[in-house]
């Protein structure tokens, strides 16, 4: 069961993170990952003061953004990939979607929030720690490979011409089983790149960062982390 006490503790942790990196909690966003998680854990989490929840699963999400559609306040965040099919239930009940992944996506999203007249902030995914795995526009070698920055740049472009679109920065996953060394590269570059295309595009205001979860989300926020996206940190290990 979600805990009071398990919440104040993972806002403390953040707390001190942010400190640490010159920033105060204030400026972390805290999305409690409820994939996989009854109605009940997601109360108890709202009731201790949670707001924003993650959810990977297009079906899942509809299910609950109706079921708690009476807690005005809550805020969902899509963090999973997403299929063109599932566009528009995402762009019906979403707040926040972290894993903009393919152009094609936008502009689904973007038609379904042009219907709905909705405008739905995104964050477009980057791979930069080159993890097959891993979704995302490859950009684990965006400072030497210049091909890789210019196709980026392109890509935002677009994407901030797309009506209902909010552009807020970039997301990405670190390999589960890095290092801290390892961990600290990766959001350094992520935390580079976001850098040079303010740079490059001044006029796009997209500047945060969403990385980081339950194993690594202190190294995240000391990176430049802005919001971080904790699962089991606070609602225990899922059933696999």
Request: proline share 2%; hydrophobic share 40%; with cysteine.
């Amino acid at each position: 069961m979600v805990s009071f006490q398990t919440i104040q503790a993972t806002l403390a942790r953040i707390e001190q993170a942010a400190q640490r990196s010159g920033r105060t909690g204030d400026e972390i966003r805290l999305i409690a990952v409820s994939k996989q998680k009854p109605l009940a854990d997601i109360i108890n989490a709202y009731e201790a003061g949670v707001r924003h929840f993650g959810e990977n699963r297009s079906e899942e999400l509809e299910k609950k953004a109706q079921a708690l559609s009476h807690l005005s306040d809550l805020k969902w965040h899509f963090i999973g990939h997403l299929q063109s099919r599932q566009s528009k239930t995402v762009a019906q009940y979403a707040h926040y979607f972290h894993a903009l992944d393919r152009l094609k996506i936008a502009q689904s999203l973007s038609a379904k929030l042009v219907e709905q007249q909705r405008t739905l902030p995104v964050f477009i995914q980057v791979n930069v720690s080159g993890e097959e795995s891993k979704s995302g526009f490859a950009c684990q070698n965006w400072q030497q490979d210049t091909s890789q920055l210019e196709a980026l740049i392109e890509v935002i472009k677009a994407v901030h011409q797309l009506p209902q679109l909010d552009l807020l920065g970039l997301m990405t996953m670190a390999p589960f089983d890095a290092n801290e060394q390892s961990l600290r590269s990766i959001f350094k570059k992520i935390a580079a790149l976001s850098r040079c295309l303010h740079v490059r595009l001044p006029e796009i205001n997209a500047s945060q960062l969403s990385m980081g979860m339950s194993g690594d989300f202190e190294i995240a926020i000391e990176e430049g982390a802005t919001h971080v996206r904790i699962g089991s940190a606070i609602f225990g290990a899922r059933a696999t």
